[in-house]
Antibody, heavy 118, light 109 residues
Framework: QLHLQESGPGLVKPSETLSLTCTVSGGSISSSSHHWAWVRQPPGKGLEWIGSIYYSGNTYYKPSLKSRVTISVDTSKNQFSLKLNSVTAADTAVYYC??????????WGQGTLVTVSS | QSALTQPPSASGSPGQSVTISCTGTSSDVGAYKYVSWYQHHPGKAPKLMIYEVTERPSGVPDRFSGSKSGNTASLIVSGLQAEDEADYYCSSHAGSHVLFGGGTKLTVL
């Protein structure tokens, strides 16, 4: 049974960098069949795909966030990470990590709320 | 790369059928078979209900089905049950990224 767990600070100051890690258990992040993605949901709004990474390090980002986002993978720890810089209140959201196959997110973490506030 | 267009709300009585639409463009929904649907209960993780337009993951009831015509995909929920009340999101491969719809709140009357 695959399990994904997000971790990281729940509060980030404006203009700083949001950093989250997703730890994968019950399966290998080095799977050739899957990508590993970040999705967020601002309060009261819909889901927003942020980006994804393949175990080899190939990354794919939402065009409007591309300039601020970095997704990386650590196969030795079976983890992947999200960094979002220059955050504003608009980046306040529940952030989910997920496993993707052919652009479908088949498995999700429980999500973690990140609030951007001074 | 605007979000895919979904109706904000849909409703039906128990036992009825409801269809939720998801309209994109010839660069996303119309171009690929990689359209998915998710069920999202508040406070929980989203759940994949349909992938590749029509495919159901193991464990998803066959009351849920999907289709696509041109730039519009649809989720059909037949035999509505109280537990189907949730937010539903479509998503589509869009070349180098993935787009989500704005979400549809399904109410079981």
């Amino acid at each position: 049974q695959l399990h994904l767990q997000e971790s990281g600070p729940g509060l980030v100051k404006p203009s700083e960098t949001l950093s989250l890690t997703c730890t994968v258990s019950g399966g290998s992040i080095s799977s050739s069949s899957h990508h590993w993605a970040w999705v967020r949901q601002p309060p009261g709004k819909g889901l927003e795909w942020i980006g994804s990474i393949y175990y080899s390090g190939n990354t794919y980002y939402k065009p409007s966030l591309k300039s601020r986002v970095t997704i990386s993978v650590d196969t030795s720890k079976n983890q992947f990470s999200l960094k979002l810089n220059s955050v504003t209140a608009a980046d306040t959201a529940v952030y989910y990590c997920a496993r993707e196959k052919e652009s479908a997110a088949t498995d999700w973490g429980q999500g973690t709320l990140v609030t951007v506030s001074s | 790369q605007s979000a895919l267009t979904q109706p904000p709300s849909a409703s039906g009585s128990p036992g009825q059928s409801v269809t939720i639409s998801c309209t994109g463009t010839s660069s996303d929904v119309g171009a690929y078979k990689y359209v998915s649907w998710y069920q999202h209960h508040p406070g929980k993780a989203p759940k994949l209900m349909i992938y590749e337009v029509t495919e159901r993951p193991s464990g998803v009831p066959d009351r849920f089905s999907g289709s696509k015509s041109g730039n519009t995909a649809s989720l059909i929920v037949s035999g509505l049950q109280a537990e189907d009340e949730a937010d539903y999101y479509c998503s589509s491969h869009a070349g180098s990224h993935v787009l989500f719809g704005g979400g549809t709140k399904l109410t079981v009357l």
